[in-house]
């Protein structure tokens, strides 16, 4: 079967699938009009599939076609592409085995969580009850409502035993303009002891940060590849001396001092980072660095 028949094959067989699942969940009845994929949707599923033939004597894919194909349907999933008509219509591929699919819905189902932004909405007695905002990489936004226990430092995680949920989980938002990106947020650094300071760090896609692993061993901490090249420098500095040393101290608070006094926010950033733990896989600080990184799973 040539190639482009195989695929018209595919997308009309994947049509009536649609329908029948649409007729078992209740959102589509017999007096609807047929669901229809449009362009786009044909092209990527075609993308996807492009490697869906069986070779000779094959009944199911093999494991070199469906890898092929797992690349592609996760790279769709990262990009906002999964519509629900591509995904049907790639699951009621005939030459893939139940096994095979059965991963490519698993794949559907994991999803990577990065704070996105912070704000405080009010306050709940004594403690202040904040909004976070949380972006994953399948696009998608979720939104909670927490009360943080005995200070108004905002930005910077603290584990869950300094919080607590405020309110009801919120739904999950995947079809707004801004679904899936990052906010910017409003950062209130530095210590007594070199300043303090409140910088703004800007918005944008996942992938336009490097991120870090907070208290609570999630992806809390964002950086920007210019404030990274920073907080090397900062490293470089006291490379040659044991971490929070006196002789670390010695190099670090006097250039903290003139950082911080100073305009340049990238570096004020870079700082805050370092002084709080946060760093480079590189770092002298080998007991509890929380290290930044461009994660392999951001397409």
């Not at 094959?58 to 592409?81: P, V």
């Amino acid at each position: 079967m040539r190639r482009f028949d195989k695929r018209t094959v595919v997308i009309e067989a994947n049509q009536r699938l649609e329908r029948e699942f649409l007729k078992s969940k209740g959102v589509l009845n017999e007096e609807n009009k047929e669901p229809s994929l449009n362009k786009v949707e044909i092209d990527i599923i075609s993308k996807i599939l492009e490697g869906d033939i069986l070779g000779e004597g094959e009944e199911i894919l093999n494991e070199g076609s469906f890898s092929d194909i797992r690349q592609k349907f996760n790279s769709a999933l990262k990009k906002g592409a999964m519509t629900f008509g591509v995904l049907t219509a790639i699951l009621g591929s005939p030459n893939m085995a139940q096994a095979q699919k059965d991963v490519l819905k698993k794949d559907i189902k994991k999803s990577v969580w990065f704070k996105s932004e912070v704000e405080k909405v009010g306050n709940r007695g004594k403690d202040s009850e904040y909004m976070h905002r949380w972006v994953n990489d399948l696009g998608q936004d979720s939104t909670e409502y927490y009360t943080h226990h005995g200070g108004g430092d905002h930005y910077y995680d603290k584990g869950e035993s300094f919080r607590q949920k405020s309110r009801p989980d919120q739904p999950i938002d995947s079809i707004s303009k801004k679904a899936g990106k990052i906010r910017p947020t409003t950062l209130n650094i530095g210590d007594q002891s070199m300043g303090s300071a409140t910088v703004i760090m800007k918005g944008g896609d996942i992938d336009d940060f490097l991120w870090a692993k907070g208290y609570s061993n999630e992806w809390t901490a964002r950086i920007t590849p210019r404030q990274y090249k920073e907080l090397q420098k900062l490293e470089e500095l006291v490379k040659d001396v044991e971490y929070r040393s006196d002789d670390f101290w010695k190099i670090v608070v006097p250039i903290g001092k003139e950082i911080m006094s100073g305009k340049n926010d990238n570096k004020k950033i870079a700082l805050d980072y370092f002084i709080k733990d946060y760093g480079t896989p590189q770092s002298t600080n080998k007991t509890n660095n929380k290290a930044f990184y461009s994660p392999n799973f951001v397409k």
